[in-house]
Protein backbone atom coordinates (compact mmCIF):
# COMPACT_ATOMS: atom_id res chain seq x y z
CA UNK A 1 0.00 0.00 0.00
CA UNK A 2 2.79 2.23 0.95
CA UNK A 3 4.19 1.82 -2.39
CA UNK A 4 0.75 2.66 -4.52
CA UNK A 5 0.63 5.54 -2.34
CA UNK A 6 3.56 7.54 -3.01
CA UNK A 7 2.93 6.77 -6.74
CA UNK A 8 -0.69 8.42 -6.18
CA UNK A 9 0.45 11.55 -4.09
CA UNK A 10 1.26 14.76 -5.22
CA UNK A 11 2.82 15.34 -1.54
CA UNK A 12 3.52 13.06 1.56
CA UNK A 13 3.44 14.42 5.25
CA UNK A 14 5.87 12.25 7.87
CA UNK A 15 6.00 12.27 11.84
CA UNK A 16 7.61 9.67 14.12
CA UNK A 17 7.29 8.57 17.65
CA UNK A 18 8.78 7.06 20.34
CA UNK A 19 7.55 4.47 23.48
CA UNK A 20 9.20 2.02 25.92
CA UNK A 21 7.74 -1.41 26.23
CA UNK A 22 9.67 -4.06 27.90
CA UNK A 23 12.21 -2.16 28.83
CA UNK A 24 13.02 -1.87 24.80
CA UNK A 25 13.01 1.60 22.92
CA UNK A 26 10.76 1.53 19.97
CA UNK A 27 9.52 4.07 17.27
CA UNK A 28 6.17 4.56 14.69
CA UNK A 29 6.67 6.19 11.66
CA UNK A 30 3.59 7.22 10.16
CA UNK A 31 3.49 8.26 6.14
CA UNK A 32 0.27 10.33 5.51
CA UNK A 33 -1.83 12.58 3.10
CA UNK A 34 -5.64 13.01 2.53
CA UNK A 35 -5.54 9.88 0.97
CA UNK A 36 -4.05 7.25 2.87
CA UNK A 37 -2.14 6.81 5.96
CA UNK A 38 0.65 3.76 6.50
CA UNK A 39 2.21 3.05 9.54
CA UNK A 40 5.84 1.36 10.88
CA UNK A 41 7.15 0.02 13.62
CA UNK A 42 11.10 -0.07 14.13
CA UNK A 43 13.22 -0.24 16.72
CA UNK A 44 15.29 2.76 14.87
CA UNK A 45 14.97 6.56 14.61
CA UNK A 46 17.53 7.49 12.33
CA UNK A 47 17.37 8.93 8.74
CA UNK A 48 18.54 5.64 7.46
CA UNK A 49 15.96 3.34 8.92
CA UNK A 50 13.32 6.48 7.80
CA UNK A 51 14.50 6.35 4.16
CA UNK A 52 14.31 2.27 4.56
CA UNK A 53 10.95 2.44 5.22
CA UNK A 54 10.29 5.08 2.22
CA UNK A 55 11.91 2.35 -0.36
CA UNK A 56 9.90 -0.55 0.96
CA UNK A 57 7.81 -2.18 -2.02
Known amino acids: MLATGIRCSRY???DDTGARHMGQNG???VIVNDLFTWFGSTGSKSRENFL????RP
Open 27 to 29: YCT
Open 12 to 14: LQT
Open 52 to 55: TLLH
